[in-house]
C-alpha cells in the first residue's frame, strides 16, 4: 500500500519519523484518519496518541496538543509535547493523573477546571502510550 512520509516535532526536536500507509490523530474536532493523497489541511490537536500503523505494525506517540498540517506525500505533526512510549515516566504520569482528578473532585476549590481537565488528558494519553513499549 502507498505509504505517506510522517514527523513528529516538538520545541525540543525530532521525536518521531517514518512512512506509514495510516496516520490517525486527535484534532479539537475529533479523530482524523489520514492516508497518501489527502488534502492539503493545517489542524489544531488536542491531547491524544497519534498512531502510525503500516503492514499491520502500529507505532504510537503522546502528543500534547499543537498543530497537525497535512500534505498530499507528508505529515507533519508539530506538538507542544510529545513522547514515544520508551520515553514515557509512568510513575510521573500517573502522578500527574492523580493531581489532575484531586483538582476536579475539589468542589470548594476555585479551579481551574479546563487546565486541569487538560493535565488530565495528558497523562492518560502518556499511560495509554506507555502501554505500547
Ligand atoms: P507534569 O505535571 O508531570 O509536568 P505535564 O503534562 O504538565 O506533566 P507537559 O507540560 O505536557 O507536562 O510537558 C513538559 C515536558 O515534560 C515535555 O518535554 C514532556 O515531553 C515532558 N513530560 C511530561 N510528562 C512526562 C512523562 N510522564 N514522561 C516523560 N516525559 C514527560
Not at 37 to 51: D, E, M, T
Amino acid at each position: 500500500m502507498e505509504t505517506i512520509q510522517v514527523s513528529v516535532v516538538t520545541p525540543d526536536g525530532l521525536v518521531y519519523s517514518g512512512d506509514a500507509e495510516l496516520v490517525v490523530v486527535k484534532t479539537t474536532e475529533g479523530e482524523l484518519g489520514i492516508k497518501a493523497k489527502h488534502i492539503p489541511l493545517v489542524s489544531p490537536l488536542a491531547a491524544g496518541p497519534a498512531r502510525f500503523i503500516r503492514d499491520g505494525q502500529e507505532d504510537q506517540v503522546a502528543v500534547s496538543g499543537g498543530f497537525i498540517e497535512v500534505r498530499p506525500d507528508q505529515v507533519s505533526i508539530l506538538a507542544e509535547a510529545a513522547e514515544r512510549p520508551e520515553q514515557i515516566n509512568v510513575d510521573r504520569a500517573e502522578k500527574a493523573k492523580d493531581r489532575a482528578e484531586t483538582r476536579l473532585n475539589d468542589a470548594a476549590g476555585h479551579i481551574d477546571k479546563k487546565r486541569a481537565e487538560a493535565a488530565l488528558y495528558r497523562a492518560v494519553t502518556r499511560l495509554d502510550v506507555a502501554k505500547k513499549k
